[in-house]
């Protein structure tokens, strides 16, 4: 049974989801066509806690079900096969009842069914009051924007009001036309930004291909700014489109900056008002812009990242839903950001005032990870290295290569050579096993400790490769994050060097 489907959606569901699928399967209305099926949920149930699946067989379940019968394998899976298939059902229904507006949408067209115009208008009238705008694909506004419209197109045309009929067609094909618009923002984001090529650039299917040549983006902008002068929803969004158009135009970035911030705490009585979720995804994406610009003005980007996250953590906009707690890699990033940024100010504030952002069970190590990089920055590196030896739940990849990292710098700067060639090949192996961390980031940190590895025999007099095919090495494959301190240990290698042969 381990390999099986129904097994597979069970296992991903809470305590309190099985007990209500427990009540699904028995409900006399869902109940499946088999009588035995509920006897089989039972007996699955037992292993829940953990699921060990070698005390688990289709043969004990049958005996469970049927006691002394003889065993029939096709009488079993075509109680799994109902099983899985109430598990399905029930997955699909608890999405929608947990989606109060598509629950809504769906009451509305059941009562235009069974020609309940009036109910469906009713159910629509409380829709239009739940329905708040957000021009972001992740929230289905205008796919449901255009049901509801459609659904009271039928309904005024029902009852002959052309006039109201004619309103909600229209809505209908304004909802098409600004859903089309963000959609080709997000294709023209996924396919022209060299960061973040979802769709490779020139291998579409034909009809995409033909389309982009037609379609020009310029029109599109154009079209979003002049209907964006009294809709400040619009003009966010132009913005945006103008600078997926123009990354390199460090002007358009500014723009969309300081308009989301003009706009950033309008109150929720306002038309205007961004909700919680458009808050988050609008920093994302703001913030993804400046990483992806860091190579062409590190230092310029970095101020430019701190001052985001400051913002979203202020602003109480660092998750998509209240309740959530902060990415612990984005935690790491901002603790990494305010050390280049020598922001210790804002650091202390991170650790004391905004650390309940994180969750509980990583606010204590967080908190050493921070002050283990404010000792470093400080020249403190025993200190460094007794916070980092306080840290407790490495169960975060993000977080044990950080920590990882600090440790081979704190090494290094304290002339460890032993404890950093160990290090150097404990980490190795561990990112040569490891499927934690994607490709994208492993490249990143087995460059840095390859340099590391060079600038320590350096320093310890076994010289392996000269200085400038180092220096070279760093400039041209160092990660951004790392390139820096790797630079700077570089720099006081050559003045060593420049000291040592003016001796002779």
């Known amino acids: 049974m381990k390999d099986t489907r129904l097994i597979k959606i069970l296992k991903r569901l809470s305590s309190k989801e099985l007990k209500y699928f427990g009540h699904f399967v028995n409900s006399p209305f869902l109940k499946p066509s088999r009588k035995n099926t509920l006897n ?12 060990d699946l070698d005390k688990m067989s289709k043969e004990d379940a049958f005996n469970y079900i049927y006691g002394i019968k003889t065993y029939d394998e096709k009488q079993i899976q075509n109680l799994i096969f109902d099983l899985t298939n109430s598990a399905e059902d029930y997955l699909s229904l608890s999405t929608l009842l947990e989606d109060e507006l598509e629950f809504m949408l769906n009451l509305s067209k059941a009562f235009m069914r069974k020609n309940l115009s009036d109910e469906s208008h009713r159910v629509n009238l409380l829709i239009e009051k739940k329905l708040k705008s957000s021009f972001f694909p992740f929230t289905d506004y205008f796919s449901k924007l255009k049901r509801l419209n459609n659904l009271k197109f039928v309904h005024y045309n029902s009852i002959r009001n ?17 859903l089309f618009i963000f959609d080709y ?36 902008l154009n079209l979003l700014k002049s209907n964006g002068e009294q809709n400040n929803y619009l003009k966010l969004h132009y913005l945006r489109f103008k600078l997926i158009l123009d990354r390199d135009n460090f002007g358009n970035f500014i723009d969309l900056q300081k308009f989301f911030f003009s706009i950033l705490n309008l109150s929720d009585k306002d038309k205007d008002y961004l909700n919680r979720e458009e808050r988050n995804l609008f920093f994302l994406f703001m913030i993804n812009y400046c990483i992806t610009q860091l190579s062409n003005d590190e230092k310029k980007y970095k101020s430019e990242l701190l001052n985001l996250f400051k913002k979203m953590l202020e602003s109480d906009s660092f998750s998509s839903e209240a309740g959530e707690y902060i990415n612990v890699a984005a935690f790491i990033n901002i603790i990494i950001l305010c050390n280049s940024q020598t922001d210790n100010k804002f650091l202390i504030d991170l650790l004391d005032k905004f650390i309940i952002c994180l969750h509980p069970a990583f606010r204590e190590d967080m908190r050493h990870a921070g002050f283990a990089r404010m ?55 561990y990112l040569s096993k490891t499927d934690d961390i994607n ?10 400790v390859e340099h590391c590895h060079e600038l320590l025999r350096l320093k310890s007099g076994y010289r392996k490769n000269s200085l400038w095919d180092i220096k070279k090495s760093i400039i041209e494959t160092a990660h951004p994050g790392f390139k820096s301190w790797l630079l700077a240990k570089v720099a006081e290698l050559e003045v060593k ?8």
């Open 40 to 51: 089989l949920f039972s007996y699955i149930y037992q292993f829940s806690k953990d699921y």
């Open 162 to 178: 052309l006039a109201e009929a004619e309103k909600s067609l229209e809505d209908i094909f304004e909802a098409s036309i600004l």
């Open 185 to 220: 923002m997000n294709f023209i984001d996924n396919t022209e930004n060299p960061y973040n090529q979802l769709l490779s650039a020139g291998n579409h299917r034909n009809l995409i291909q033909n389309f982009r040549q037609l379609v020009s983006p310029n029109l599109l």
């Open 375 to 429: 000792e470093f920055i400080r020249n403190q590196f025993e200190n460094s290295l007794e916070h980092l030896s306080m840290i407790k739940n490495y169960s975060i990849p993000m977080l044990k290569s950080d920590i990882k990292h600090l440790q081979l710098k704190c090494y290094y700067e304290l002339s460890y050579f032993e404890q950093a060639y160990s290090l150097i090949d404990s980490y190795k192996s």
């Open 439 to 448: 490709n994208v980031f492993k490249i990143a940190f087995r460059n840095f």
């Open 497 to 504: 060097s420049s000291k040592n042969n003016s001796k002779f």
